[in-house]
Nanobody, 114 residues
Framework: QVQLVESGGGLVQPGGSLRLSCAAS????????MGWYRQAPGKQRELVAT???????NYADSVKGRFTISRDNAKNTVYLQMNSLKPEDTAVYYC????????WGQGTQVTVSS
């Protein structure tokens, strides 16, 4: 069974940075588009960054220019570098396939607050 394990979240001040990692058991990355999603309290889960197998990337307008998604297929890992963080970036962050997600991992909490 495929498992997705996110890590790297934490508490950071506005303007700070974090790097999230997502490790997948099993070789699910090969040829698949991956994405980072987030869910803030009381809101629906949203897709914020996407990367294809050829490393073409796309971002939600809310994070464009601040977040960078990358992947290492040899390590079955996808990353999200988050810079210039804002309080509205506070959410639980998940990685998963796009557009048809697998069972969700536990996510990693990102809290942006002074």
């Amino acid at each position: 069974q495929v498992q997705l394990v996110e890590s790297g979240g934490g508490l950071v001040q506005p303007g700070g940075s974090l790097r999230l990692s997502c490790a997948a058991s099993g070789n699910i990355f090969s040829g698949n588009t991956m994405g980072w999603y987030r869910q803030a309290p009381g809101k629906q889960r949203e897709l914020v960054a996407t990367i294809t197998s050829s490393r073409w990337t796309n971002y939600a307008d809310s994070v464009k220019g601040r977040f960078t998604i990358s992947r290492d297929n040899a390590k079955n890992t996808v990353y999200l570098q988050m810079n210039s963080l804002k309080p509205e970036d506070t959410a639980v962050y998940y990685c998963n396939e796009v557009p048809r997600p697998l069972p969700w991992g536990q996510g990693t909490q990102v809290t942006v607050s002074s």
